[in-house]
């Protein structure tokens, strides 16, 4: 309440700058910062950057912040340095991004307007391949992403990158569901992938005929490390640190799983978190800040989520359940707002998936068609991709948790156990 | 029940042809001849050889057979348990085998906890050996959970046979005739 008359505080001021200065660029610094509020956004025409327009339009239409304005074909590209804005006024655009090129074609010039002022918000280049094609695709994608941040303070996620499992493989795909690659060898069993905070690795589960070991894995040379001592029985769910210093995964002990962590750099000194015989541990996940793990445990009896200390104490339930009543609960993940859980739970005759909010102690079902399974938080804490049948087959979709709108990210076969990366910095 | 059949005949031939006394009555491949195949392969050297190894395939097959389970469950049924009881035997007889377990879920359940549940499964098929008299440092147990499926397809069907124990024998094989005279 006290942003939203703040934000209209801004506004008077901005309105009242703009009839003060309307003949100069100003920069205007009204945030739409309000996760509610969705400005209408236009791509203006940019004839010579057809892919780059076309990539950073779709973009900011699934970052889901923007009431997306799309324009005919036939509309009449910009030229020469003045914008008519009437056309785009009357399409309702509060916002509209410009894309011209550098010279000799190394990049775009990249300007934010507000519509309504015909004023200059942002403006910033990009070194870009023009081409949109390959690794040269995250550039652009972290134009999007920048424009987002021009608007709303906070940056898209338009460059980052999702792990999924696919016919026993992984594979990497782009936010958008271009690009998609296949990381591990074929042969093998791989399970479970995991990014490593920076993204420049990812670590798994490869399931031979009698153990499963953790292995990481760098993402842009393919060079695999099997860490030491998961040679001899199964070790499954890893899941790094947030501050890339720590494995924790799940290894059988005295028959049963327990949770393990070990040290990432030094590769060794794995030590136990979970104590107990007789109950399964696993799919950990840590708090943004790194001091808790959440995991799956059958201590009570059905699989729910509990959460303990990152040294293995202070054990307790994380996400309420009605025993007997509730559906078994797998697969958590912690947000990276630290006060959500992500994670599915059995419904009926398949699985949904639920958001525990840790605040107001509440579970909130977002999903319904079909069985939906193994969610996964975006660096922004607002989509998840999860795993749904409702195509009819297995398939990557994401949700945005404000709008609750769906996308299919379409990937060549099917898919299972994805994973978000953070903001991607590199190529 | 037509394994355990073949299996008590092989062991019936076995035991004929390793004790060296010549039986024409009992065959070991009672095809009609084909005579538009060419000539057939010539006859082994050893007359013991090719038995003890029909013995020891014999074994073997009996050690493999699958056992199912329940959906999202790994107690051992009732069908299940006379296979095992046969494996034990099998295992009781001839102490130089090592068998690994291999448990599978079929894809319905969580993907990761179908680790668990193939491990479960594994675990309970040994548990069940053991009780039975075999030696627990002589099994190996692990689990592949959804990722081998026999059978692709999204129907109870498939389901009911994908969700099952492997058995398979890890050392020993050479011993599974030394029941039977002539062989080792």
């Given at each position: 309440m006290k942003r939203r008359i703040l934000v209209a505080a801004a506004l008077l001021l901005c309105v009242a700058r703009v009839e003060a200065q309307d003949t100069t660029r100003a920069v205007l610094r009204l945030l739409y910062d309000d996760p509610k509020v969705r400005p209408g956004l236009v791509v203006l025409p940019a004839p010579a950057l057809d892919s780059v327009r076309a990539i950073v339009e779709r973009d900011l239409d699934y970052s889901d912040r923007f009431e997306m304005i799309f324009l005919p074909t036939a509309m009449e590209p910009v030229s020469g340095p003045?914008?008519?804005w009437g056309p785009y006024r009357a399409m309702n655009a509060t916002l509209a991004v410009q894309l011209a090129p550098l010279p000799a074609g190394t990049g775009v010039t990249v300007r934010l307007w507000d519509v309504g002022s015909g004023l200059l918000r942002n403006e910033g280049t990009a070194i870009l391949d023009?081409?949109?094609e390959g690794e040269g695709r995250l550039a652009i994608h972290r134009v999007a992403d920048e424009i987002v941040r021009w608007a709303t303070g906070t940056p898209g996620i338009a460059a980052t990158r999702m792990l999924y499992v696919s016919d026993n493989r992984i594979w990497r795909v782009d936010s958008d569901g271009y690009g998609a690659r296949v990381l591990t060898p074929g042969g093998r069993i791989a399970y479970s992938p995991a990014w490593s905070p920076g993204g420049d690795r990812f670590a798994y589960t490869e399931l031979t005929e009698g153990q499963g070991l953790v292995v990481l894995q760098s993402v842009a040379t393919g060079s695999r490390t099997v860490f030491p001592t998961t040679q001899s029985t199964m070790n499954i769910t890893p899941a790094f640190s947030p501050d890339g210093r720590w494995l924790a995964f799940s290894r059988v002990v005295d028959r049963s799983y327990a949770l393990h962590q070990a040290d990432v750099q030094a590769l060794c000194c794995v030590q136990r978190l979970t104590a107990g015989r007789f109950a399964e541990n696993l799919s950990p996940t840590y708090s943004p800040d790194g001091r808790r793990i959440g995991f799956v445990s059958t201590r009570a009896g059905p699989p729910q989520i509990y959460a303990m200390s990152?040294?293995?104490?202070?054990?307790?339930?994380l996400v309420p359940f009605d025993y007997g009543r509730t559906g078994a609960s797998f697969a958590p993940d912690w947000s990276p707002d630290g006060i959500q859980i992500a994670f599915h739970r059995q419904m009926g005759g398949g699985f949904q998936v639920m958001v525990y909010n840790l605040t107001t102690e509440r579970v909130r079902q977002v999903t319904s068609e079909g069985t939906n399974e193994d969610p996964a938080w975006a660096p922004d804490g607002r989509h998840l991709v999860f795993v749904s049948t409702r195509t009819g087959r297995r398939q990557l979709h994401v949700i945005d948790?404000?709008?609750?709108r769906v996308r299919v990210l379409t990937t060549p076969t099917s898919a299972q156990l994805p994973a978000w990366s953070g903001r991607l910095a590199g190529p | 029940m037509r394994l355990a059949f073949l299996s008590a005949a092989l062991v019936a031939i076995g035991l004929t042809a390793c004790s060296k006394q010549p039986q024409p009555a009992v065959t070991p491949t009672p095809e009609p001849p084909t005579?538009?195949?060419?000539?057939?392969?010539?006859?082994?050297?050893?007359?013991a050889g090719p038995s003890c190894d029909m013995v020891i395939a014999s074994m073997v097959s009996e050690l493999g057979t699958m056992i199912n389970f329940d959906t999202d469950r790994f107690e051992i049924r009732s069908d299940a348990a006379g296979i095992l009881d046969r494996k034990a035997e099998v295992l009781r007889s001839h102490p130089a085998v090592r068998l690994r377990i291999t448990g599978h879920a079929d894809e319905r359940y969580t993907d990761e906890y179908n680790l668990v549940l193939g491990t479960r499964r594994a675990e309970a098929a040994k548990d069940y050996l053991v009780r039975r008299g075999v030696d627990a440092s002589r099994m190996e147990t692990a689990s592949l959970g959804e990722t081998?499926?026999?059978?692709?397809?999204?129907t109870e069907e498939a389901w009911a046979k994908n969700r099952r124990d492997e058995f398979t024998v890890l050392s020993g094989r050479e011993t599974l005739a030394s029941h039977i005279a002539g062989c080792r």
């Open positions: 003045e914008i008519n023009l081409a949109g990152a040294d293995g104490t202070n054990v307790e339930l948790l404000e709008t609750g | 005579r538009t195949e060419p000539a057939p392969p010539p006859p082994p050297p050893a007359p081998q499926p026999l059978d692709r397809a999204s």
